[in-house]
């Protein structure tokens, strides 16, 4: 029998959380909650949207679970918020793990993780609370992820690297081995990141800069 869900939020990452977690879990999404604040529609997903002040008279914590549905805004800050004021009302707070990872850590994975496709994670890995890993990212062998980070899409972590608490790693970026990324730390896409990184550092890659040839004139294409 499957377990229900409530899912806090209400765009996309709140839409993608419902079509995964109903398409390849054993939990069933039975509503959405958002501020009272941001309540401006009485449906999403055909399923109610409630105030979270309304909540637990409605859904009890002891009968059903909630899950995070939020970005990295803030650097993770809003994300973090939700997740401790769903805690301080009493839910016990749900982790999607997708079938179609590879997860060799013998399940050191923490509550309200979002962990999509073809993530490869190796052994003695260790994953924190409410971290999320998009699609397609390789975590080596010995890696920490502290809470509340979020990890693009197609990032390469390399074997005994530490991510502390509240850092973002973008889209394509590389961290060599046995480096430490301090707390609140961005590592844009497409960095290459050889040494550890300060707390609340910025590390860019270099972008693409346009030719000066048009490609009208590029006779091979």
Not at 31 to 59: H, I, K, M, N, Q
Not at 144 to 164: K, N, Q, R, W, Y
Not at 173 to 195: N, W
């Amino acid at each position: 029998m499957k377990k229900p869900l409530i899912i806090f939020g209400a765009g996309d990452i709140a839409q993608l959380a419902h079509f995964y977690f109903c398409t390849d879990s054993n939990y069933e999404v039975v509503a959405f909650t958002v501020d009272a604040a941001y309540l401006t529609v009485a449906e999403f997903c055909g399923l109610p949207v409630v105030s979270l002040d309304e909540l637990p008279s409605r859904y009890l914590p002891d009968t059903h679970e909630m899950f995070i549905a939020l970005s990295y805004s803030k650097l993770n800050e809003i994300r973090k918020e939700k997740y401790l004021a769903a805690k301080a009302l009493g839910y016990r707070l749900a982790t999607y793990i997708s079938s179609h990872a590879t997860v060799l850590n013998e399940g050191r994975i923490g509550d309200n993780c979002f962990i999509l496709e073809d993530n490869t994670i190796q052994p003695f890995v260790t994953i924190g609370n409410n971290v999320t890993l998009w699609s397609g990212n390789h975590i080596g062998h010995h890696s920490t992820i502290h809470d509340h980070c979020f990890i693009a899409s197609h990032v390469v972590i390399s074997g005994g690297v530490e991510i502390e608490e509240s850092c973002f790693i973008g889209v394509n970026a590389t961290l060599r081995d046995h480096i430490k990324v301090g707390p609140k730390c961005v590592i844009g896409a497409g960095a290459l990141l050889l040494a550890d990184a300060e707390p609340e550092g910025v590390y860019f890659g270099q972008a693409t800069e346009r030719a000066k040839v048009p490609s009208s004139r590029l006779r091979k294409i």
